[in-house]
């Protein structure tokens, strides 16, 4: 069941910071936000995740809105290689599995 | 540390035979889950285990499909009889437990299986 919203597709400048928004209403008080990447036919990679305070590490920033409704994720300085479908996900870390959408398929332009 | 570990990369199989994948997940992780990528489509849970227990196996075909995680080795997806349908790339992650948390799961780079 899909509990994420994300736009299909935006395009970025490279060198530019990309702001990937997910809108997640519905999420509840135990449900963490994850980011998730695939690179042409690769296996997903783990960006980054959190609860409700903004998270960074060396990939990305993630600003979850006060009321958790929404969130971004940000690369601060996109490259070309960070042209890749992007899935937004909430989870219970209880949780069972791992349900990926349709992601925003994000291309960075020379 | 190695991450997740899948083979063979690439698998090719006639209709009616056997398809065998392996998923040897991260050192010190001990659940498994494998997840189905159609072309041009995304990507489909099919089951989660735990060493030697299958914990949710509801995205699963109910037929010629089957997974294993067991005590020693690696977790090991299972189509029998495959037909052309089945031709797609199989993904397995794997992650820790902290307490009754999960943490995040780290995919390997997936088993492109192709049916002829």
């Known amino acids: 069941d899909a509990k994420t919203t994300q736009p299909t597709s935006m395009d970025c400048a490279e060198g530019r910071a990309a702001n990937l928004p997910c809108n997640h209403s519905?999420?509840?008080?135990?449900?963490?936000v994850y980011w998730y990447r695939q690179i042409h036919s690769q296996g997903p990679q783990y960006i980054i995740h959190g609860l409700k305070n903004n998270e960074t590490n060396e990939m990305a920033s993630l600003i979850i809105t006060e009321d958790r409704k929404s969130s971004t994720l940000i690369l601060p300085h996109a490259t070309l290689r960070d042209t890749a479908v992007y899935y937004c996900?909430?989870?219970?870390?209880?949780?069972?599995?791992?349900?990926f959408g349709t992601g925003t398929s994000l291309t960075v332009i020379p | 540390n190695a991450g997740v570990m899948q083979n063979p990369r690439h698998l090719v199989r006639r209709r009616g035979q056997e398809a065998r994948l392996r998923c040897s997940p991260m050192k010190g992780h001990s659940h498994v889950y494998w997840y189905r990528q159609l072309p041009e489509e995304g990507l489909k849970f099919m089951v989660y285990?735990?060493?030697?227990?299958?914990?949710?196996e509801s995205g699963m075909p109910k037929e010629r499909f089957s997974a294993e995680f067991p005590k020693e080795g690696p977790s090991i997806l299972r189509i029998q009889q495959v037909v052309r349908g089945d031709s797609a790339a199989y993904f397995c992650?794997?992650?820790?437990?902290?307490?009754?948390?999960?943490?995040?799961?780290?995919f390997g780079q997936g088993t492109r299986l192709t049916v002829v």
């Open positions: 996900i909430v989870r219970e870390r209880t949780g069972n599995q791992f349900y």
């Open positions: 992650a794997s992650s820790s437990r902290q307490g009754r948390m999960n943490t995040e799961a780290f």
């Open positions: 285990l735990q060493k030697e227990n299958i914990i949710d």
């Open positions: 519905t999420i509840s008080g135990n449900e963490y």
